[in-house]
């Protein structure tokens, strides 16, 4: 089933009418060439799934009807990777793919000691809205009704301060700690991983004194963006084993 995306605003609840525009009217459009009359299924990104027949297909939007509607419960666990910006952008999207279509719950891109990268203030808006597009391509490709959040890049010492988890895991390269005996069992997991070079003995050091867990992903040294990957997948895997098939 293909799943496509529209704004609250884009949403006339009231009227029972759609207005698609800019990215998902493009794709609609001119790549599925959908007509008049068509049928398609549309969320906001938040769980509302809406029938919609397309009445109109215009030069810059697409408008229909609302033929049906109903919420979709928002998933029992959430993922936050909390990732270090990367050298190569490519690798950075790539892992903001994957982990996407993986149930990713949200992004944190992260300055670490050793971040090579870290674009000027006036970059970021840019980079964020690009990251927004990929993840959104990659929520439409695996069907997700809950879109997966970035934010801004925040400095180490502010993510471990971060509150509200169920579950803090820092993977670390020297740790005994298997991963298959952390409290992954559901719940708000944040996840911490470092870049080029890992983390610094005194950064896991912060994290532990902040209530961090340290775990290790095997004997194998992983790049960040597969460590990152990994991480969501351990979470989704272990959903699998107890059940667990909900929609993202």
């Given amino acids: 089933m293909e799943l496509f995306y529209a704004s609250s605003g884009q949403i006339d609840r009231a009227a029972g009418r759609i207005r698609l525009d800019g990215e998902e009217f493009h794709h609609l459009s001119r790549v599925l060439r959908k007509k008049k009359g068509e049928r398609i299924s549309v969320t906001d990104g938040s769980g509302l799934h809406l029938d919609v027949c397309i009445t109109e297909v215009g030069k810059s939007a697409l408008e229909g009807d609302i033929t049906a509607m109903r919420q979709v419960a928002a998933p029992s666990s959430a993922v936050t990777v909390a990732i270090s910006l990367l050298k190569a952008p490519q690798r950075f999207e790539f892992f903001l793919e994957k982990a996407t279509e993986l149930g990713v719950s949200s992004v944190i891109p992260m300055i670490t000691a050793r971040t090579v990268a870290q674009p000027p203030g006036e970059r970021i808006a840019k980079r964020l809205v690009r990251w927004r597009s990929i993840m959104l391509s990659a929520a439409r490709q695996s069907g997700r009704y809950y879109l997966p959040d970035i934010v801004e890049p925040l400095p180490f010492r502010s993510v471990t301060g971060l509150q509200g988890y169920d579950c803090r895991l820092i993977p670390y390269e020297l740790s005994a700690q298997s991963a298959g005996g952390t409290g992954m069992t559901g719940g708000k997991t944040l996840f911490l991983i470092g870049g080029e070079g890992g983390f610094t003995p005194e950064e896991v050091r ?25 991480a969501v997948s351990l979470v989704r895997a272990r959903l699998l084993e107890r059940g667990v098939g909900e929609r993202l």
Avoid: H, Q, Y
Wanted: glycine share 12%.
């Fill in 206 to 230: 912060l994290a532990s004194e902040a209530g961090f867990m340290e775990i290790s992903f095997g004997l194998s040294i992983l790049r960040a963006e597969t460590a990152g990957i990994f």
